[in-house]
């Protein structure tokens, strides 16, 4: 049994330990006798035309997320489709504004996204950097660390809501988007291996897809005590803002 993930533009978007989702989301695969072929998209001709069974974009600079926007504006149309039809993703911080219409900096100037979904992001006079924990009705406990300037502004259904931290953005109290198999995100660290549930959501959608069966759990208490042991120790701090330093 294979699967193909796309990893795009791991070259510019690639902060935070963005790799090391593409690796949990590889090793879970592994213990399940699933193969999954990882390939790494840079530019359009890097995608075939059959497509992706998931597919990841990580965190980057303004400066990084406008030359990826510029490599990988003639397969909007693609992504777009992948992701009605049901294709899983993972998107983070910077990969995650990437695929709204704007990202607004302190200045005004106003960066093209790739447009795959109505929403914006505005950069903020404070950087939002914090342990961030976040209560899921799908996934439970969801734990990360959250470090942005831009704050997030949409109407689709989100991860879930605050219990410490920011989030998509300081008045909502909810965090990253939920739509159809893709999930965005502010939530670095990386995100996968201390949410299981989100790394096996991602995989299960990709093979029930493709096989029209049921994966196979795994044995899951190494990686849920590393998320109950963050969820205890930040669960009543206290937010913090940071100076935006540019």
């Known amino acids: 049994m ?9 070259d510019t978007l690639n902060l935070y330990g963005d790799r ?3 690796i949990s989301i590889k090793k ?4 399940r006798g699933i193969n999954l072929e990882i390939k790494e998209i840079k530019n359009p001709d890097d995608a075939d035309s059959q497509g992706c069974d998931i597919f990841m974009i990580g965190g980057g600079s303004d400066r990084e997320q406008a030359i990826a926007t510029n490599r990988l504006t003639p397969l909007v149309n693609e992504i777009k489709a992948w992701i009605e039809d049901g294709v899983s993703g993972l998107t983070i911080c910077g990969g995650y504004q990437f695929l709204g219409d704007y990202y607004q900096t302190k200045s005004g100037t106003k960066i093209k996204g790739m447009g795959i979904l109505p929403f914006y ?5 404070t950087r939002l950097m914090t342990n961030l924990l976040v209560e899921s009705e799908q996934f439970g406990q969801v734990v990360g660390f959250e470090n942005h300037g831009g704050r997030t502004y ?5 991860l879930g809501k605050v219990i410490v931290g920011y989030g998509n953005n300081q008045e909502s109290g909810e965090e990253g988007l939920h739509y159809c198999n893709l999930i965005g995100t502010y939530l670095h660290g990386p995100i996968l291996p201390k949410n299981p549930k989100i790394a096996d959501y991602l995989i299960e959608k990709a093979y029930e897809r493709k096989t029209g069966k049921k994966l196979e759990p795994l044995d899951d208490k190494m990686e849920n005590d590393a998320n109950r042991s963050v969820w205890k120790q ?7 803002e940071y100076k935006n330093e540019g």
């Not at 879970?28 to 213990?31: F, P």
């Open 154 to 158: 949409h109407d689709f259904p989100t």
């Open 20 to 22: 090391g989702n593409v």
């Open 2 to 10: 294979n699967l193909v993930l796309y990893h795009f533009c791991p």
């Open 121 to 125: 992001t505005i950069s903020g006079d």
């Open 234 to 240: 930040f669960r009543y701090s206290e937010r913090k």
């Open 28 to 31: 879970r695969c592994e213990w």
